[in-house]
């Protein structure tokens, strides 16, 4: 993996549902390489936006990585519907899930790459044990629910420690955030 090139994956959390084929297509044309879908279940967080369905249609119109970021309660049980609907990444949240390591095992198995999310509340000491498992860990800059936040700046240091990390361990994870 390449660490220094960055990676541009608009997300579309702002899109106007009613019209996302527009949005894919706006995607598509600013060079983008990766689109991300966030996906929330009203329960992990407040909102609830869409879920596997919504992802497959989404797979049939584009050929760019889809980076799924799944913002649910209990994401063992989901997450084979996102498999299925043809994600390329599939991210989560380790706190939530029963089995975290499993989960990660059973996403690679299925062909897809793994990632885990951290809330900003997260501490890195908390997934030390997994990052040599995933290929992409995204650290949260504001509370997960809502756009239009205010960036939380302690969550650029704990970016910057995690690639220290990665570099002292030579692991070679992608850092989102």
């Not at 949240?93 to 062909?111: F, K, T, Y």
């Not at 498992?133 to 756009?147: N, R």
């Not at 650029?156 to 989102?176: C, G, P, Y």
Request: net charge negative; with cysteine; aromatic share 6%.
């Amino acid at each position: 993996m390449n660490m220094v090139h960055p990676i541009v994956a608009p997300s579309l959390l702002s899109a106007d549902f009613a019209d996302l084929a527009s949005a894919v297509d706006r995607i598509h044309g600013s060079g983008a390489e990766w689109m991300h879908l966030d996906v929330m279940d009203g329960h992990f967080v407040p909102p609830l936006t869409f879920g596997a369905k919504m992802v497959a249609d989404i797979r049939l119109r584009t050929k760019l990585s889809l980076d799924v970021h799944l913002m649910v309660d209990n994401p063992d049980c989901q997450i084979q519907e996102f498999i299925d609907a043809g994600a390329d990444f599939i991210t989560f949240h380790p706190e939530v899930s029963h089995h975290p390591h499993r989960l990660i095992q059973r996403i690679r198995e299925a062909g897809i790459r793994p990632g885990i999310a951290l809330v900003p509340s997260a501490s890195l000491a908390g997934v030390e044990e997994l990052l040599p498992f995933v290929d992409l860990v995204l650290i949260m800059t504001v509370d997960p629910g809502y756009g239009g936040q205010a960036l939380l700046p302690f969550c650029l240091d704990k970016a910057a420690r995690l690639a220290a990390m990665r570099k002292s361990r030579n692991l070679a994870f992608k850092i989102a955030n």
